[in-house]
């Protein structure tokens, strides 16, 4: 192999492997920046309902952050599309579930 060829190949790695330091750092500082959010929120003393939905919301978007970049799960779209359907798919079943099987509920005279 020449000296050209192998430089080229390190010099590639080496841009690719900054490449990811620098979206790995970029996620970081996003977590960090969201984990004051969430701080800077609760001290708002937002009524119940409003603080649980802005706290969910965050925590979505970090868990996601977390999830896509760290576990590598961005690159797995197909999976990822088919186990999120499988997932909404088990939701609504469970959530119509004890609506169906109910006989004789509060709601029905």
Same mark, same amino acid.
Do not use: N, Q
């Given at each position: 192999?020449?000296?050209?060829?192998?430089?080229?190949?390190?010099?590639?790695?080496?841009?690719?492997?900054?490449?990811?330091?620098?979206i790995?750092?970029? @996620?970081f @500082?996003?977590?960090?920046?969201?984990?004051?959010?969430?701080?800077? @929120?609760?001290?708002?003393?937002? =009524?119940? =309902?409003?603080?649980?939905?802005?706290?969910?919301?965050?925590?979505? *978007?970090?868990?996601?952050?977390?999830?896509?970049?760290?576990?590598?799960?961005?690159?797995?779209?197909?999976?990822i599309?088919?186990?999120?359907?499988l997932?909404?798919?088990?939701?609504?079943?469970?959530? @119509?579930? =004890?609506?169906?099987?109910?006989?004789?509920?509060?709601? *029905?005279?």
């Amino acid at each position: 192999m020449s000296d050209h060829a192998a430089t080229s190949m390190t010099g590639d790695h080496a841009v690719d492997i900054d490449k990811h330091v620098r979206i790995y750092i970029t @996620v970081f @500082v996003a977590l960090m920046v969201l984990t004051v959010v969430t701080v800077t @929120v609760s001290r708002f003393h937002l =009524p119940v =309902p409003m603080a649980v939905s802005v706290a969910l919301l965050i925590a979505i *978007i970090k868990g996601s952050l977390v999830a896509c970049y760290f576990m590598h799960l961005i690159s797995e779209k197909k999976l990822i599309y088919a186990v999120l359907a499988l997932t909404a798919a088990f939701f609504v079943a469970l959530m @119509v579930l =004890p609506v169906v099987t109910v006989h004789d509920g509060f709601w *029905i005279h």
